[in-house]
């Protein structure tokens, strides 16, 4: 199955068990402001059972809080969004909502062109940020399949002729086809490969 995440920001002035992570791909910080980014993510199988909570995730950040994710989520029970077991919950949805309000967010996720969900949040500094997640919590069972993105953009306000710079991997991550156009102001991943959780 996969989600196509199509992420807008329309910019104006004004006793827990830890946390676990598995494979990531990082951008940050960019030089100027993201105002548009979308990748169509293939999750692979969800776990089960489940044991805890794990989340698949592409988001932005502005570095103070904010973090916007489209959240594709494994729990022991999934019936809470109408799934079976087995089956992905997908949502989205804003981490944090800290600080000044300088840009509305608009997320929209669509499986196979019919949107699921969608959200407007407004939001603090602008985004600079773009990366996956992979993100296991309460001792939850890892992923089981490989996650693959693909047809990654990411639009600025502004070229950023340096934001490939950012570039940081882990868990065995790896990307093809990392380009830009116009100087930099658009930069696209072709694919983006990352291997179950070990």
Not at 18 to 38: E, Q, V
Not at 54 to 69: A, V
Not at 124 to 141: A, H, R
């Amino acid at each position: 199955m996969k989600f196509m995440v199509a992420t807008v920001l329309s910019i104006f002035s004004v006793g827990v068990l830890a946390d676990s992570w598995g494979g990531a791909l990082s951008l940050d910080p960019a030089k100027t402001n993201i105002i548009k980014a979308t990748t169509t993510l293939t999750p692979g199988a969800a776990p089960f059972p489940q044991t805890g909570e794990l989340f698949l995730w592409p988001g932005m950040s502005n570095g103070t809080g904010d973090l916007i994710q489209t959240t594709l989520e494994s729990w022991p029970d999934n019936t809470w969004c109408g799934a079976t077991p087995g089956q992905w919950c997908v949502r989205a949805s804003v981490f944090g909502g800290f600080g000044q309000i300088d840009s509305t967010t608009t997320q929209t996720v669509s499986i196979a062109g019919k949107v699921v969900a969608t959200l407007n949040h407004d939001s603090g500094p602008f985004m600079k940020g773009w990366g996956t997640g992979t993100e296991c919590d309460g001792g939850c069972s890892g992923s089981i399949a490989a996650q693959t993105y693909t047809n990654t953009t990411i639009m600025f306000d502004a070229a950023d002729p340096n934001f490939v710079n950012t570039l940081v991997l882990s868990g065995g991550t790896t990307f093809t086809g990392f380009a830009n156009q116009q100087g930099g102001k658009v930069w696209t991943i072709a694919s983006i490969h990352i291997p179950a959780m070990v």
